[in-house]
């Protein structure tokens, strides 16, 4: 069974600091994707950043970075520079290449503090 | 730009009524997915389709059934409304394949039976 964890249920961080989101995920697939989506108030939720697994690289999405550590099974999402618009809750996504379904975690609600 | 879209942002309704709870995709999507979002439990998948007449049991189908007649339209039937399905409900759709896997969301619907 595939299982993702978001253990940082809130955060905060100040204007124009810079947070780490975690996750962590469980599988025995060698091949899959990760993504984190973004869920502001009231409005739809939208992809932030996608990382596939036999990419080495970290993938980086202007301000949003993720930590990728495929071993430890850890896929973190940093945002820099913080701006009020990045007030949302967070969530990270797992997707297996042998099926179509997402697995979500519980989401991590970020406020930016001005 | 993918366009979901669903048919009420918000929905009240008495125990025991049958609603319908309707999503269109714009982008010829094969596949389509309903989810409840609930505090602090993440997205929960009921539902999806990977074609049309075709549908799969999510993690949590009980209570609830699906309709996919169209290609572009998703339905999700709660078939006798209970107070435990109060909740915000999320479509989605995607591509099977190709070199993005990520889930189109529709801005939900948040359904209160009373």
């Known amino acids: 069974a595939q299982t993702v964890t978001q253990s940082q249920p809130e955060m905060s961080v100040q204007e124009a600091e810079t947070v780490t989101l975690s996750c962590t995920y469980d599988?025995?697939?060698?091949?899959?994707?990760l993504f984190w989506y973004k869920q502001p108030p009231s409005r739809q939720m939208i992809l932030v950043i996608r990382?596939?697994?036999?990419?080495?690289q970290n993938a980086t999405e202007n301000r949003f970075s993720v930590n990728f550590q495929k071993a430890a099974k850890s896929f973190s999402l940093k945002i820099s520079d913080s701006q009020l618009g990045d007030t949302a809750m967070y969530f990270c996504?797992?997707?297996?290449?042998?099926?179509?379904?997402?697995?979500f975690g519980t989401g991590t609600s970020l406020t930016v503090i001005p | 730009d993918v366009k979901v879209t669903q048919s009420s942002r918000y929905l009240v309704k008495r125990t025991g009524e049958k609603v319908f709870l309707e999503c269109v995709q714009d982008m010829d999507h094969e596949n389509m997915f309903w989810y409840r979002q609930d505090p602090g439990l993440g997205l929960r998948l009921i539902y999806f389709?990977?074609?049309?007449?075709?549908?799969e049991k999510g993690d949590i189908p009980e209570g609830y059934s699906v309709s996919r007649e169209k290609k572009e339209r998703f339905s999700l039937i709660l078939e006798s409304a209970s107070t435990n399905q109060t909740s915000m409900y999320l479509c989605?759709?995607?591509?099977?394949?190709?070199?993005?896997?990520?889930?189109?969301f529709g801005p939900g619907t948040r359904l209160t039976v009373t």
């Open positions: 996504a797992f997707m297996t290449l042998t099926g179509n379904q997402f697995y």
């Open positions: 389709s990977y074609d049309v007449k075709m549908k």
């Open positions: 989605a759709s995607s591509f099977p394949g190709g070199a993005h896997y990520e889930q189109y």
């Open positions: 990382q596939e697994a036999y990419k080495q």
């Open positions: 599988t025995s697939e060698n091949n899959y994707y």
